[in-house]
Structures are given as structure tokens and as C-alpha cells.
């Protein structure tokens, strides 16, 4: 097969790949996508911007209403508002694994440019959104991963010769807008910083490197510079790298947060397996010591001690064994076992096809959106998983809430708060998951197994509705104090109204009885 022949080959089997990936998360994996109780307090923030302006404090709770708080994602939590208003849950759903899907297929390609046959490139991508699925949610986090894929990219184009040093000036505005969206930035600019560290000391050892002489070391190191300081061209200043900072610092933030949690709590598995066989791989490599490499392990420690960091290392090493594997010694020793993973290596590594998926998705994007206009919503393809969350306890909630009148307070377990402030806004909530704005004392006394705090709140007699999480430790405690009485009940939660003057109704199913 020619060059040309092969090009087109890889141009036609990368789009195939960027519409079965998408298929698979967008169709089979809609309901999964919205498990993230952050993706309603998200989309509510965007929608805040867009009616009042930046928020700086509290505004969705009765425990920390007015307190300082920011909203340290509002570029992302503002394109959510948008396309939740447009296209509903559906065009949150497209948007989402569109943009998963374009980040795996864009490492398909790549690894195929490379030389590698077909079939174990498209391994190799899917390996990658396994390594990373989870994390894969509606939410702005989404967004980093595919911030981190073009500066790892471009990180390694460098590294191998095919970009020049100039164009490490792309990542100064990819910085700065990446700050506004998520604060995971922060692992952006240390990936650049400790390469461009090890760029410029192999340089000053003469021990090779890409950097090949003084005036590209000043211009890696005076981006760097640019980059970091990017991170303040935001509406809050310096209030946003602080806001990350309280996060990082938390040291209770991993013990009750999954996304924080390590591989061994979380159960994993298949990162620990992409793991493994990227390190076998590098192994055998003749030219291991390199930064990109050296990188990649570094995110494979991180990720196995915060799963958090799981989408960073498998886009990491996915790009990487592109560059390791036509070099590896295990490619040689399966070659001479009769598999053969090479084939002809194309020009195209460095081309991709990210106008045509960009169209695609702004297509089908706008088709959706109309849909959901057309039918009012009526009509979703994308349903809330009732498993998961308490949809059918959101009329009664809605009923209490307008019978408690605006700003009432409500209890809740933590999980649930996103989910009553978007579907009964005009209550306030005990708790969500922002954890920067309730802080370790507060969340940990919040999370003990055994709720008795509930007894000794303040002003806990002004709290006359609570909904907690079906089989719960809240909802044990309601179900045994005789001043709750249950008035809804569903597959995920339960709702409570605190009364000792009548006995409520009790809804199950949606359908009214009397106990």
C-alpha cells in the first residue's frame, strides 16, 4: 500500500473509530455519564453567571449561605448552562462523549501514523478510554482531558523533532483558557514544567535532548514563565490558584471523594493493566529515558494513588507508545513469534482530522438541541438512571418545597445535594459535594457513619424536610426518630417531613397511600 493509499486509510478508520466510540458513550453509556453529583450545582453556577454575574459567595445552602466561594470552573459550568438549555440532558450527553470520543480517536490516529497496524491501534485507543472511564462524567473535568491530550501532543511533537520551539507558544493561550475551565491546569503546567526541566538539563549535560541550543532553552523556559502566569488572566485573580490550593492541601478530601481515591479503594482494575502494559513496553524500549516516558510513569504513580489523575496517564501513554512501541524490543520478540504489530509508517502521525469531527459534533450537536426545543424536552433520549438517582421522588419534592415557602432548608446526605438544588431551587440544602467551600471539619463531621449531629444542628427545628439516600446512615436515623415521618419513597432515596401533629401520606412509586 502507498503512502497516499494508506493516509486515506487511516483517515477513513480514524472517523470510523471517533463515531463508535462516540455511539458507545453518547447511546449505551448516556445514563452512566450523569452519575456525577456535581454535573446539577454545575450547570445551576453557569446559569447564575448568565442571570446575575460571578458568584462569590454561597448561594444553593442554609449551613454556608453568604460564605466566600467562587466559581472557580465558570467557563466550563457556563458552556453546560448553555447546552443544557438548548439541547437538555441529550446535548450535555453528545457534548460529552463527542469530546471523549475525538480524544481517542485522535490517539488512534497517532498511533496508526506511526506505523501501527490497524487493528492494535484501535486496542491500544480503547485501552486508553478504558483507562480513563472512570472518570468519564458530565462535567468540566472532561474538558481537561482533552486540554492535556493536545499539550502532551505537542510535548511530544517537540520532543521528536517535528515541531520547533516556537510552537510551544501554543500553550500559553491553551493555559490560560484551561485555568478558566478546570483546575486540574494545575497537572497541565507541571507536565511542562518538569519536561522542560528535563529538556534543558539534558541540554546543559550534553546528553542530547530536543532543546539544541541556548536560545530554545530561553524561549521553553520564558514560556513556562508565560504559562504560569496565565492562570491569573481570570475574573477572580488570584482567588482561583487559591481555591485549587485548598483543594490539593485537604488530606480527608481522598478518604470520602472516589474521584479522589486511589486505585486499590476504587477497584480500578483496568488501570493497573494499562499500566502494566505500558510498562512492559518502555522496558524494551532502546530509547526509554526520555520525557515524555519518564512523564507518563510519573501520572501512572499519581493515578494509582488518586484515580483522579487515570484520564492524564492513559492519554499520556497512549500518545507515548506511539513513539516507544516501533522501537521496543517487545515489538521485535512478538515479531519474531509471528505477530506482527507494524505496519508502514505514514506521514499523517502528525495530522489529524479534528475539523471533521469538530463539524460532525456541531452538527449533530444543533440536531439535537432542535429536537429538544421542538419537543419541549418531552422527548429525551437520555434518561436519569432511577437506580442511581431519586427521580421519582421530584414531584413530592417539589409539592413539599413550594408548601415550605422560598429559602426553606432542607436535610440531606451529600450525594443528593446537587440533585434537590436543580430540581427544587427554591430550597437550601444542609451539604453538596463543593468540599473547598464546607472544608475537612465540616465534611468529615457530615460523613461519619452514624449521623448524630442531626440531633444537636443549629436552628435544627426550623429544618422540616430531609431526603436521604435509600439504605443510608441518614436515612436509618430519620426512619427511627418518630418526629420524621417518611412522605416519598423511591429505588435511590427517600423524602422525610419532620411533623408531630399529622400523620403524612406516603407516596411510593409516585402513587399516594395512607400507612
Known amino acids: 500500500m502507498d503512502a497516499s493509499s494508506r493516509r486515506g486509510s487511516e483517515s477513513l478508520a480514524s472517523a470510523g473509530v471517533f463515531a463508535l466510540f462516540w455511539c458507545v458513550l453518547g447511546v449505551f453509556g448516556g445514563s452512566r455519564l450523569l452519575r456525577d453529583p456535581g ?12 442571570s446575575v454575574g460571578f458568584p462569590h459567595s454561597d448561594w444553593l445552602t442554609f449551613t454556608y449561605q453568604g460564605r466566600p466561594w467562587i466559581a472557580q470552573q465558570w467557563l466550563g459550568e457556563l458552556v453546560m448552562a448553555v447546552t443544557y438549555r438548548w439541547g437538555g440532558w441529550d446535548g450535555l450527553v453528545v457534548l460529552t462523549s463527542g469530546v471523549m470520543a475525538a480524544v481517542v480517536a485522535w490517539i488512534f490516529r497517532r498511533l496508526a501514523g506511526a506505523g501501527l497496524e490497524l487493528r492494535w491501534a484501535l486496542l491500544a485507543a480503547a485501552l486508553t478510554l478504558l483507562g ?19 499539550e502532551f501532543g505537542l510535548l511530544v511533537d517537540f520532543e521528536e523533532g517535528r515541531r520547533p520551539a516556537s510552537h510551544l507558544a501554543l500553550l500559553v493561550p491553551l493555559f490560560l483558557v484551561w485555568a478558566n475551565v478546570h483546575g486540574a491546569v494545575v497537572g497541565g503546567l507541571a507536565t511542562f514544567g518538569l519536561a522542560t526541566a528535563l529538556w534543558i538539563g539534558l541540554h546543559l549535560a550534553g546528553s542530547g535532548g530536543p532543546i539544541s541550543d541556548r536560545r530554545e532553552a530561553l524561549i521553553a523556559a520564558a514560556l513556562l514563565v508565560a504559562s504560569l502566569g496565565s492562570v491569573l488572566v481570570n475574573p477572580y485573580g488570584r482567588e482561583l490558584p487559591r481555591a485549587w490550593a485548598s483543594i490539593l492541601r485537604s488530606p480527608e478530601l481522598p478518604r470520602y471523594i472516589v474521584e479522589h481515591a486511589s486505585v486499590l479503594r476504587t477497584g480500578t482494575w483496568q488501570l493497573l493493566a494499562l499500566g502494566a502494559g505500558y510498562l512492559i513496553v518502555l522496558a524494551g524500549a532502546r530509547r526509554w529515558a526520555k520525557a515524555s516516558s519518564l512523564l507518563t510513569c510519573i501520572w501512572l504513580v499519581l493515578a494509582c494513588q488518586r484515580v483522579r489523575h487515570a484520564p492524564f496517564f ?10 516507544i512501541v516501533p522501537d521496543s524490543g517487545v515489538r521485535r520478540w512478538l515479531a519474531a513469534h509471528g505477530i506482527e504489530l507494524m505496519g508502514q509508517r505514514s506521514a ?7 475539523r471533521a469531527w469538530a463539524a460532525a459534533m456541531v452538527a449533530v450537536l444543533a440536531l439535537v438541541c432542535g429536537w429538544h426545543q421542538l419537543t419541549g424536552g418531552r422527548r429525551a433520549f437520555t434518561k436519569m438512571d432511577a437506580r442511581w438517582w431519586p427521580v421519582r421522588l421530584i414531584p413530592p419534592l417539589r409539592q413539599a418545597a413550594q408548601e415550605e415557602g422560598v429559602g426553606a432548608p432542607v436535610l440531606n446526605d451529600m450525594r443528593l445535594g446537587g440533585f434537590v438544588e436543580f430540581y427544587a431551587p427554591s430550597l437550601r440544602v444542609f451539604v453538596d459535594d463543593r468540599w473547598e467551600l464546607f472544608g475537612d471539619r465540616f465534611m468529615v463531621n457530615h460523613l461519619r457513619p452514624a449521623p448524630s449531629w442531626v440531633d444537636s444542628l443549629e436552628h435544627g427545628d426550623a429544618i422540616r424536610l430531609a431526603i436521604a439516600e ?11 426518630d418518630p418526629t420524621w415521618r417518611l ?14 401533629a399529622e400523620e403524612p401520606a406516603v407516596i411510593q412509586g409516585g402513587a399516594r397511600r395512607t400507612p
Open 39 to 50: 454535573t446539577f450545582w454545575h450547570i445551576l453556577t453557569g446559569e447564575r453567571i448568565l
Open 132 to 150: 480513563a472511564s472512570h472518570h468519564l462524567v458530565v462535567r468540566p473535568h472532561i474538558a481537561s482531558i482533552a486540554f492535556f491530550a493536545c
Open 314 to 323: 492513559a492519554v499520556s501513554a497512549g500518545l507515548s507508545l506511539a513513539v
Open 348 to 354: 499523517a502521525v502528525t495530522r489529524t482530522s479534528w
Open 470 to 480: 435509600r439504605g443510608g446512615a441518614l436515612e436509618r436515623h430519620l426512619s427511627s
Open 487 to 500: 412522605i416519598a419513597t423511591s429505588e435511590a432515596g427517600t423524602l422525610y417531613r419532620r411533623t408531630l
